[in-house]
């Protein structure tokens, strides 16, 4: 099939182009309002971008009623914002979560989620999730698009401090068989990740595969015996 989006009907009862992409990384974002008040929402669109420094963002469509989301709002008044990984063991908490509700209200309490006090900001995180991220705002791109809900918040935020449940790690290793992270699929659908397999891309350098692995130590220790000549001290 082939069609043009906007332009053409797909011809298909449901619209396939959100479960063309997928697993998307689930955002789940706490933030804090002006008031003080805590929010906690799951965004489905949601990637890391660099790792050093490391940044990641979230993209929020516009409600319903073409106002911008609490998460977004928050974020730029209060100048951080925690990413919460969202697990198998807590797929309805964050399901929850999602549900649109006035502003104000506290997700947390909504959804039996006890919360933990970050290390850098007042900005709560999710007790229960294994890993989180506390963020510092840096920037939002606003793409247009048709109402009411098609314009969306690009929220671009620098990854501060990484907590990581010493019972999640194996070898040294984040093991995804511990976490079981949840991913957004298409329409109502969702995936969890309880089995990874490895490949190593063929010919690349140490240093690119330093990249790959996004490991700024390596990165840095390569670098430094490339100018001093000797790349197998790396």
């Known amino acids: 099939m082939f069609y043009r989006p906007g332009i053409d009907d797909h011809g298909l009862p449901h619209d396939p182009f959100k479960a063309c992409v997928v697993p998307r990384p689930i955002g789940w974002i706490s933030t804090i309002s002006k008031n003080g008040k805590a929010n906690l929402a799951p965004y489905s669109q949601f990637t890391n971008l660099t790792f050093d420094p490391p940044y990641v963002l979230f993209s929020s469509n516009q409600t319903a009623d073409n106002t911008r989301k609490?998460?977004?709002?928050?974020?730029?008044?209060?100048g951080h914002f925690v990413w919460n990984l969202a697990t198998?063991?807590?797929?309805?908490?964050m399901n929850i979560t999602a549900e649109q509700v006035p502003y104000g209200v506290d997700e947390f309490e909504r959804a039996g989620l006890e919360k933990e006090k970050a290390s850098l900001s007042d900005i709560p995180m999710v007790k229960r999730s294994p890993v989180k991220f506390e963020c510092s705002y840096h920037s939002t791109l606003r793409l247009p698009g048709n109402p009411p809900m098609g314009s969306v918040d690009v929220v671009i935020g620098k990854v501060e401090a990484v907590h990581i449940a010493d019972e999640v790690l194996t070898d040294g290793m984040l093991d995804v068989r511990k976490t079981k992270p949840i991913a957004r699929c298409g329409y109502y659908q969702y995936a969890v990740v309880t089995e990874t397999f490895e490949m190593v891309i063929p010919g690349m350098s140490q240093a690119t595969l330093n990249g790959l692995e996004g490991n700024p130590v390596k990165v840095a220790k390569y670098e430094a015996a490339r100018k001093a000549g000797d790349e197998h001290e790396a």
Do not use: Y
């Open 88 to 93: 198998w063991d807590l797929r309805e908490q």
């Open 70 to 78: 609490d998460t977004v709002v928050n974020a730029e008044e209060h």
